[in-house]
Nanobody, 119 residues
Framework: QVQLVESGGGLVKPGGSLRLSCAAS????????MGWYRQAPGKQRELVAA???????NYADSVKGGFTISRDNAKNTVYLQMNSLKPEDTAVYYC?????????????WGQGTQVTVSS
């Protein structure tokens, strides 16, 4: 199993920046993909960004150009750099890990970290 611990959330003013961190309990090389999802009140959980173990990335259209996902294999950590934050970015952000072993897919979630963008 994989435990994921997010950190870095908080309150930020519009136009500000935050960097979220997700530390995994095992080497992320063994994890096929990691990503960040977010869920705002009244909305479904949505993919923000994802990165595979070979470095390929995907982003939601709404965050392209503003958010960047990256990884540090030595620290077993994935980051989400969020720039030019807007109030609509307010949500609980969750770290996600996916592993494929044979015909089985394993999915793990962190506890979430709150990001609030408000003046």
């Amino acid at each position: 199993q994989v435990q994921l611990v997010e950190s870095g959330g908080g309150l930020v003013k519009p136009g500000g920046s935050l960097r979220l961190s997700c530390a995994a309990s095992r080497n992320i090389f063994s994890i096929d993909a990691m990503g960040w999802y977010r869920q705002a009140p009244g909305k479904q959980r949505e993919l923000v960004a994802a990165i595979t173990n070979d470095g390929s990335t995907n982003y939601a259209d709404s965050v392209k150009g503003g958010f960047t996902i990256s990884r540090d294999n030595a620290k077993n950590t994935v980051y989400l750099q969020m720039n030019s934050l807007k109030p609509e970015d307010t949500a609980v952000y969750y770290c996600n890990a996916r592993l494929h072993r044979g015909i089985t897919e394993y999915i793990y979630w962190g506890q979430g970290t709150q990001v609030t963008v408000s003046s």
